[in-house]
């Protein structure tokens, strides 16, 4: 090892930063010396008497042990540890409870920080201004010491071994605290560590998070997909008969203007969902989702790409709850693109409002022999939504046909 290497801990940015870490312990540690000080003299006074001397010291313990359990104490030692011992640590959670372990985990660490950080703050405030002085005297400065005067075995009147004995007091300074602040950034993991209840929050947290997130990457999914679908089957059209019937051209190119813009807004809201969700600033105040109030527009959507549509529409749709509505409207949109995309003929698509919730059923021919026809990602997609509402979807060949069928529980509010 060179003799950087042998220096480097005393240099290190880190351990600047673990010095300040235990001086604030030590700093933080005053008022419990100042208090056994105080406390030594009063009952060693004659002048009071005992039981109240005894009685005193028994609120003051109380008073000092208190504020080591606290939570709040815990926090600012987290965040402490953060900043100046560089632990990734998690941030506490606000809303619950910690229990028994984890507080007597914080108070050990607690105590141990206020004991060694008033260590470093002695060996600071007596060894190093010695150590100091002793190398001053060495590099030939006056420091003004009588030529009498000691420090234990050493005298400053013989500077060359107390110059060098002041060196090595600054370097086992440095490495102590190096090393102390070590210890500190590893410890620091198994007394503040997360609480069990605290790691069921997080993991609970980040499974809302994923499952938002998975919601929004369907989204996704179903808006653009059955836009781009859409969009291609018109144009491939509107080419095909440009020069034929130039007026079926531009209500094709108008459908995919209306279709692509749809497409956008729905694309725009998504993304803002995404860049709220990941910042932890709470949910969009973007253009609301489509529901099944916008049904008729997506079955004209899909009769302008060229897709025969007979549809059944029956019951009050507008008294759906609003996730059952864009749930609906998002199953029907997945439908309606995986029979353009792989379907032949006409599409029949049923959507009824019974008392017990909403029912959805599309049917069409397939192309060849049926199979896993309409699959794939878009077919989970279904599953999931209608899986998370509690529903039931029942997708498959039924001879030359695919049928997709959805129920969906939709409990009406009660009115007077």
């Known amino acids: 090892m060179t003799i950087r290497g042998v220096f480097a801990p005393l240099v290190r940015g880190s351990t600047w930063r673990r010095a300040v870490f235990l001086l604030l312990g030590g700093v933080l540690a005053l008022p419990y010396a100042l208090l056994v000080v105080a406390f030594a003299r009063l009952l060693g006074s004659a002048d009071v008497p005992r039981p109240l001397g005894f009685g005193l010291l028994l609120v003051g313990a109380g008073l000092a042990v208190v504020p080591v359990f606290l939570a709040g104490s815990r926090a600012l030692e987290i965040a402490a540890a953060r900043a100046l011992l560089a ?36 060996a600071a405030i007596s060894a190093f201004p010695m150590a100091l002085v002793f190398v001053a005297g060495l590099a030939g400065i006056d420091t003004g010491v009588a030529p009498d005067e000691r420090f234990g075995p050493l005298d400053p009147a013989h500077p060359v071994p107390a110059g060098l004995v002041g060196l090595a007091v600054l370097v086992a300074l440095g490495y102590a605290v190096a090393g102390l602040g070590a210890l500190a950034a590893s ?45 291609t089957l018109q144009a491939g059209a509107a080419r095909e008969l ?8 531009r209500r094709a190119l108008r459908a995919i203007e209306e279709t692509s813009r749809r497409a956008m807004d729905d694309l725009d809201h998504v993304l803002g969902l995404l860049r709220d969700t990941g910042t932890g600033r709470g949910p969009a105040t973007t253009a609301p989702q489509s529901t099944l109030a916008g049904l008729d527009r997506l079955v004209a959507d899909a009769r302008a790409a ?15 709850p609003a996730v059952v509505s864009r749930e609906g409207y998002r199953i029907v949109q997945e439908g309606l693109t995986n ?26 021919a397939v192309r060849g022999s049926p199979g896993p026809t309409g699959g ?3 077919l989970d997609g279904m599953r999931e939504r209608v899986l998370l509402l509690g529903g039931q979807l029942d997708a498959g060949p039924e001879e030359d046909r695919w049928r997709v069928r959805a129920t969906l ?8």
Do not use: K
């Open 409 to 416: 529980p939709a409990p009406r509010e009660e009115t007077e």
């Open 306 to 320: 060229g897709l025969v549509v007979e549809s059944r529409i029956g019951g009050p749709l507008d008294a759906l």
């Open 187 to 231: 410890m620091a993991p198994v007394l503040l560590g997360p609480a069990q209840a605290e790691r069921i929050a997080a993991l609970e947290a980040r499974a809302v998070r994923l499952a938002e997130r998975n919601r929004l990457a369907r989204e996704l999914h179903d808006s653009v997909g059955h836009a781009l679908t859409v969009a």
């Open 87 to 122: 632990v990734d640590l998690p941030e506490p959670a606000p809303d619950h409870r910690i229990d028994r372990e984890t507080r007597l985990r914080a108070a050990l660490w607690i105590a141990l920080h206020l004991g060694t950080g008033a260590a470093v703050l002695f």
């Open 339 to 364: 029979a353009v995309r792989h379907g032949r003929g006409p599409v029949t698509l049923r959507v009824a409002v019974p008392p017990e919730g909403l029912e959805i059923e599309l049917v069409n």
């Open 376 to 378: 794939g990602r878009g």
């Open 242 to 249: 440009l020069d034929t019937d130039p007026e079926f051209s």
